[in-house]
């Protein structure tokens, strides 16, 4: 079993930058995790993972080269640094977790979910 719980969601302005935390437990070490989101009316689309035991990452075309997926080993947290953030990426954020250390981008695919955490950004 993995547990999951997001924070750092907020609101901000075009431009500006937050950073979301993943706290995980239980057996994170053989599992992929990643982060998703959803906007209102849209389907949950990925945006980033990482292989929790080689810290492989694998990104959204979308938000490349402004967001950065790291983990923390010794915290058990994986972190979602957003920056140069578009009004167009208002959503809920979510963690996610998968039992292999394959990075796939598809959300059936992962096997424990966060609650989630809104980030608003506003024009």
């Known amino acids: 079993q993995v547990q999951l719980v997001e924070s750092g969601g907020g609101l901000v302005q075009a431009g500006g930058s937050l950073r979301l935390s993943c706290a995980a437990s239980g057996r994170t070490f053989q599992t992929t995790v990643g982060w998703f989101r959803q906007a209102p009316g849209k389907e949950r689309e990925f945006v980033s993972a990482?292989?929790?035991?080689?810290?492989?990452?694998s990104y959204a075309d979308s938000v490349k080269g402004r967001f950065t997926i790291s983990r923390d080993n010794a915290k058990n947290t994986v972190y979602l640094q957003m920056n140069s953030l578009k009004p167009e990426e208002t959503a809920v954020y979510y963690c996610a977790a998968r039992r292999s250390y394959t990075i796939v981008i598809v959300a059936g695919a992962y096997d424990y979910w966060g609650q989630g955490t809104q980030v608003t950004v506003s024009s």
């Open positions: 990482i292989n929790w035991n080689s810290g492989s990452t």
